[in-house]
């Protein structure tokens, strides 16, 4: 095959869209051919594709491809053999082809089918060769510097027809080059990995150039540097994408010498863009994304973890995965641990850590009638507990955690009058007073965060009107995206009443709580109160206090 004339050749433009995710468990979503041939567009092909694992909310966002449709796809065993018959007899072409190749050639194993191995050509170096004064080369960019129309992205079968289009507009300077596929595939072999950083690269990175920033908007969102072959390099977000882009290039960092082109996803506002930034470093880990490195805020979360005999109550920077009971945002740590002592106090708990340490004598604290001592291994868990679960009802009421606070001392301070306990009674006056100072400096509602299911709305940071939605139900972001109109937004409430259940945060979704609390917290964005019985006449007349447009 590859003696073959190249003039006479046919080609099969292909791309790909993937699950996101690295090594084996990448899988195949959609697929899209064009068969090109004689520098014309012929037949084209396209099928989503099953998948086993299910597919992120932020990758679904980036592609347009939702669970739904995955799910009623056909599996790889009904998809892969058309494909192969289609690659039979002809040459690939694609996008940064070394991706899509290895995409495919997985795809097939997993199958259990066999590769065909066509002889493969590749547009990103296609673009190196003929068009050397291209520097950038993402698909959409390099389409549009050959004059070549670009309409939806991300996308399988749009994207396969782009690329052969790209084909196309550089099949002539191939030809005048080579007149055979094997010659074609010797003068555009790709540089070597050690070549990639040398010479022109070296220049390019001392120089600050960088991929074309133009298309990027001065909107909130995330944005996806990528190198000549597709690869994500770095995934930021910023209230104005194309001015923090470009940032990045007087930083100087050092993954900006491989960026030839970025992708953008915009959103109604920052903490959209925060969401999806989030969700999109842990789908594709870019190299150039350091996790665990996130600046401190000074909000800290209150909580007690309900997986030892006599829980303590803690400050902690991160709420706590699995069965507890956590509250906050809340800002100031010296402010909260001392909230922790006060509670401690009145409800006689524990003051040490989770560690239990064994003692013949009470503690201090326990000689002055401020714990219940469990420490002499002589207290009934059960007594404790219900200690513990009266501290812990001002929090997951659904009130203010505060007023609920302040109100139990109340009551604490008439029954010590009532009972001529006059003493008591004023050292209850006295925490009552210190109680109102430490809530003001906290700040906000004191509630359990999973004690509530929110509709919160992100404002854009410049445009009236416009939000992002935000469902907060059992401590966890179950839906968001761009505000839609009042019905759609009742029956997406419904859905996170539905989806609340018990409040217990998963691992994996800690990280994305402390995120939305700490955003919530600082910038106190409006927010619905949800409860079954709410409609579609409570969301409108919601979005219309707020002069909302959806």
């Known amino acids: 095959m590859l003696e073959l004339p190249l003039a006479s050749a046919e080609f099969l433009a292909v791309d790909t869209e993937t699950n996101g995710l690295p090594g084996e468990r990448c899988e195949l979503t959609e697929v899209g051919a064009v068969l090109v041939g004689g520098g014309e567009l012929h037949d084209e092909w396209g099928s989503l594709v099953g998948v086993a694992a299910p597919l992120s909310r932020g990758i679904q966002r980036f592609t347009g491809i939702s669970q739904a449709m995955i799910d009623a796809a056909p599996p790889p065993e009904s998809v892969l053999p058309e494909l192969a018959a289609r690659m039979q007899g002809r040459v690939l072409v694609a996008h940064s082809?070394?991706?899509?190749?290895?995409?495919?050639e997985q795809a097939f194993v997993s199958a259990g089918l066999e590769w065909p191995d066509p002889p493969v050509l590749c547009t990103v170096q296609l673009a190196r060769r003929f068009a050397p004064l291209q520097k950038r080369r993402g698909l959409a960019t390099l389409a549009a510097a050959l004059g070549v129309d670009v309409g939806e992205v991300h996308r399988a079968l749009p994207d396969a027809r782009t690329c052969a289009r790209v084909f196309c507009a550089l099949f002539g300077r191939l030809c005048a080059n080579a007149a055979t596929i094997g010659?074609?595939?010797a003068l555009l072999r790709g540089r070597t990995r050690?070549?990639?950083?040398?010479?022109?690269?070296r220049g390019r990175a001392r120089r600050g150039a960088r991929p074309h920033l133009k298309h990027l908007p001065h909107d909130p969102g995330v944005y996806v540097f990528r190198d000549a072959d597709g690869r994500p390099l770095y995934v930021g977000k910023s209230i104005d994408l194309r001015t923090r882009a470009a940032a990045h290039f007087s930083a100087?960092?050092?993954w900006t010498s491989e960026a030839e082109h970025v992708d953008h996803q915009a959103t109604e506002s920052e903490l959209g863009a925060l969401l999806l930034e989030d969700r999109l470093i842990k789908t594709l880990r870019p190299p150039g994304n350091v996790r665990g490195k996130a600046e401190p805020d000074g909000f800290v979360y209150l909580r007690c973890r309900l997986d030892i005999p006599f829980p303590i109550l803690e400050v902690a920077r991160e709420p706590a995965a699995g069965h507890a009971i956590c509250v906050g945002p809340l800002r100031g740590r010296a402010a909260a641990a001392e909230l922790v002592e006060q509670l401690n106090s009145l409800f006689g708990l524990r003051h040490c850590g989770r560690a239990l340490p064994r003692r013949a004598h009470p503690s201090a604290y326990g000689q002055m009638g401020r714990c219940l001592s469990p420490c002499l291994r002589d207290l009934d868990p059960n007594v404790y507990r219900e200690r513990l679960d009266a501290a812990l009802a001002l929090f997951t009421s659904g009130g203010d955690g505060g007023s609920s606070l302040l109100a139990h001392v109340d009551r604490q301070i008439r029954a010590a009058s009532a009972e001529r306990r006059y003493e008591r009674a004023a050292w209850l006056h006295r925490r009552r007073r210190r109680l109102e100072a430490l809530l003001g400096r906290l700040g906000g509602v004191l509630r359990a965060i999973h004690a509530s299911t929110r509709l919160v709305l992100a404002p854009h940071p410049s445009q009236r009107g416009r939000f992002d939605a935000v469902w907060l139900a059992g401590g966890r972001v179950v839906d968001w995206g761009p505000l839609v109109h009042a019905p759609e937004l009742a029956a997406r409430s419904a859905r996170?009443?539905?989806?609340?259940?018990g409040g217990w945060l998963p691992p994996e979704a800690v990280a994305e709580a402390r995120l939305v609390g700490a955003w919530v917290a600082a910038n106190a964005p409006p927010a619905l109160e949800l409860d079954p019985?709410?409609?579609e006449a409570e969301h409108a007349a919601f979005l219309?206090?707020?002069g909302a447009r959806a």
């Not at 996170?496 to 259940?501: P, Q, Y």
């Open 97 to 104: 082809a070394s991706f899509d190749r290895r995409v495919l």
């Open 183 to 185: 010659e074609a595939l």
């Open 194 to 201: 050690k070549e990639k950083h040398t010479g022109r690269d």
């Open 252 to 254: 100087g960092a050092s």
């Open 496 to 501: 996170a009443l539905a989806a609340a259940g």
């Open 533 to 535: 019985g709410m409609g």
């Open 544 to 546: 219309a206090r707020l």
